[in-house]
């Protein structure tokens, strides 16, 4: 039963807190950063609500009954996509380390529109 209770905990926080960061920062833009930074944190919060309800949910699901009991379709569904979400958190990481070594490398060069989109 411990396992069930730590990835009712992941899936707890996981969907809470990546709910608030995008609700947050699209409805009241309460999070203060430049745009790219804002987009790039957007995109891993909606990658972790992907990543918490593909790949960690059916997890709780099986710890919870003892058995898998998803079914074959499912199985199927979170295999294949939980890679997704995870190479998407992957990529994002990526870029803001570039994003921010162009910053440290050039620090009065601002980020054009064009250069923003190419990033995200």
């Given at each position: ?5 730590y990835t009712?905990?992941?899936?707890l ?18 999070i203060?950063?430049?745009k790219?930074s804002?987009?790039f944190v ?9 990543y918490?309800?593909i ?7 099986t710890y919870?009954a003892?058995?898998y ?11 294949q ?7 998407s ?5 990526l870029?803001i ?12 060069r601002?980020i054009?529109r064009?250069t923003?989109?190419?990033i995200?």
């Open positions: 039963v411990p396992l069930a209770f009712f905990l992941m899936v926080f996981g969907i809470a807190g990546n709910s608030t960061v995008l609700y947050s920062s699209l409805k009241y833009n309460s203060d950063l430049d790219v804002l987009v957007q995109h891993l919060a909606a990658a972790d609500v992907l918490t309800i790949a960690i949910f059916p997890t709780f699901v919870s003892g058995k009991v998803l079914g074959r379709a499912v199985c199927f569904i979170s295999a996509f939980s890679f997704v979400p995870g190479l958190n992957i990529f994002l990481v870029a380390t570039v994003q921010r070594i162009c910053l440290v490398k050039f620090p009065f601002r054009s064009m923003a989109r190419i995200a």
